[in-house]
C-alpha cells in the first residue's frame, strides 16, 4: 500500500512540473534565416501562444486563419503574441514563407525541419498549441483544432493576464 502511494505522489509530482514547464532550448530559423533559440522565446512578461502547423495541415491553416482574424484585437486587449513552428520538412520549407505573406500572417514563424523542437515539446500531432503564461511556464497544451477553439485560446489568455503578478505573495 505505502509503495503504491509513493508512486502514486511521484507521478503527480511529474505531472505537476509538466504543466509549469520552461521551454526547452532548440536552435530555430526565422523565415529570415535569424537563429532563434527557443529557451527565449517571451513576450515580455504577457502571455503568448506557441503553434505547430505544416503547410498541408488543413485543420493547421484554419486555426491560424481564425486566430489572424481576431489577432489585432486580442493584441489590444492583452497584449498576447503567435510564434507559429512550422514542422515542414526541408524539401517542403520553401512553401511556408509564401503561405504566410499570401495569408497576411503577423506571427513571428519559426521553422523547425528536423522536428527537434516538437519533438521536444512533446508535440505528437498537429495542430498543437500552447500557452505560455508570462513566466515562461506552459500553461496549456492542446491538439487538434475545430471551428470555434480559438476563442478557448484569448479566454485562458485573458484569464492569465488578470492573475495577479505576485502568486507567493500573502495575503
Not at 74 to 80: A, F, K, S
Not at 95 to 104: F, I
Request: include cysteine; charge should be neutral; glycine fraction near 6%.
Amino acid at each position: 500500500m505505502k509503495k503504491t502511494l509513493n508512486v502514486i505522489a511521484i507521478f503527480l509530482f511529474f505531472i505537476g512540473l509538466s504543466a509549469h514547464a520552461q521551454l526547452p532550448s532548440v536552435q530555430l530559423r526565422s523565415l529570415d534565416g535569424k537563429v532563434v533559440n527557443t529557451s527565449a522565446l517571451n513576450n515580455d512578461g504577457k502571455p503568448f501562444i506557441i503553434s505547430f502547423f505544416a503547410t498541408w495541415c488543413k485543420p493547421c491553416n484554419r486555426e491560424l486563419k481564425a486566430i489572424h482574424e481576431q489577432y489585432a484585437d486580442w493584441q489590444d486587449e492583452t497584449g498576447v503574441k503567435v510564434v507559429a513552428i512550422s514542422i515542414d520538412e526541408a524539401q517542403n520549407i520553401n512553401k511556408v514563407k509564401p503561405l504566410v505573406d499570401g495569408e497576411g500572417w503577423e506571427y513571428e514563424v519559426l521553422l523547425d525541419p528536423n522536428s527537434e523542437f516538437r519533438r521536444a515539446m512533446g508535440v505528437q500531432m498537429i495542430p498543437h498549441v500552447f500557452i505560455i503564461d508570462g513566466d515562461g511556464n506552459i500553461a496549456e497544451s492542446r491538439s487538434g483544432y475545430t471551428d470555434g477553439a480559438e476563442s478557448h485560446l484569448i479566454e485562458k489568455v485573458r484569464e492569465l493576464t488578470a492573475a495577479p503578478k505576485n502568486k507567493n505573495k500573502k495575503k
